[in-house]
């Protein structure tokens, strides 16, 4: 049977589920014109992150400007079917209705992550059941967020293996809030909550934040002499509990690691 779209009247019938089409407005995803490739410049910074963590030579990507690469990109967020309703009245459970859902991964510790693509070809390689939904990487970062997801790995391999790159939960909350990241130890809102933190402690003679390892926020704490190892696991503990107090910091610290000297 042949289908004439010409003389098709777009006020009458009705969608797959039945409701009907009068009065109902299709409005653009704000990507109509997209083809599906991914960022050239976000494609490049991730080549050569691959390169750098593969041994093959090149300085390491700058992650703050891979992070601002991101933001400007357009991703793809994987959704699929999922059973909206079973039919089993024949003794074959069979799908009367199906609904879309988006496909998040939840690690044996229970962390929960969002994948997200940088191209179609990229989400097809890792599951060509998965229908593609371009968005915006705070919309993306959002989702996330609503979620319950920590981080978003980009370009999920299959089968399973490392992505192309993890945005950490500190990523993840600036792209949702729309503002710039920056690694924690050269934070303002960071060093300002961890002056804070250690302000009132006078066994604390001076302090200082650089980078730890995985990302990490290291806050290297010179001692007075004479703490007790008891005394020292309280110090700890409360100052990571102060910092751990302010919000806006928390958000924009990943992990923090204690380094301790004497004086």
């Given at each position: ?9 777009p ?45 093959g ?42 609904d ?7 690690a ?5 992550a ?13 599951n060509?059941?998965?229908r ?104 700890v ?8 107090a ?16 004497r004086?």
């Amino acid at each position: 049977m042949t289908h004439r779209f010409s003389s098709h009247d777009p006020q009458e019938g009705s969608d797959s589920a039945g409701v009907p089409w009068q009065g109902r407005t299709l409005t653009g995803t704000g990507f109509d014109q997209d083809d599906g490739t991914a960022d050239e410049g976000l494609a490049v910074l991730l080549q050569a992150h691959r390169r750098a963590g593969d041994g093959g030579g090149g300085p390491p990507v700058d992650p703050a400007e891979l992070v601002a690469a991101v933001a400007q990109a357009r991703l793809i967020v994987p959704v699929v079917a999922v059973p909206g309703e079973i039919d089993d009245s024949s003794g074959v459970p069979v799908d009367t209705r199906s609904d879309m859902a988006s496909v998040t991964l939840v690690a044996p510790d229970g962390a929960r992550a969002l994948p997200a693509f940088t191209s179609v070809a990229a989400l097809t390689a890792w599951n060509a059941d998965a229908r593609p939904v371009p968005v915006t990487a705070q919309r993306a970062a959002l989702a996330a967020v609503q979620e319950g997801c920590s981080v978003i790995p980009l370009d999920l391999p299959s089968p399973p293996g490392s992505a192309a790159y993890l945005l950490r939960p500190s990523m993840v909350w600036a792209l949702a809030m729309g503002r710039p990241w920056g690694p924690a130890h050269e934070d303002d809102q960071v060093l300002c909550a961890v002056a804070a933190a250690v302000a009132d402690q006078e066994a604390v003679v001076d302090h200082r934040c650089t980078a730890g390892p995985d990302g990490a926020l290291q806050v290297e704490l010179t001692l007075a002499p004479g703490l007790g190892q008891e005394e020292i696991r309280r110090l700890v503990t409360g100052v990571g509990e102060r910092i751990a107090a302010d919000g806006e910091a928390r958000a924009r610290i990943d992990a923090v690691a204690f380094r301790l000297g004497r004086t």
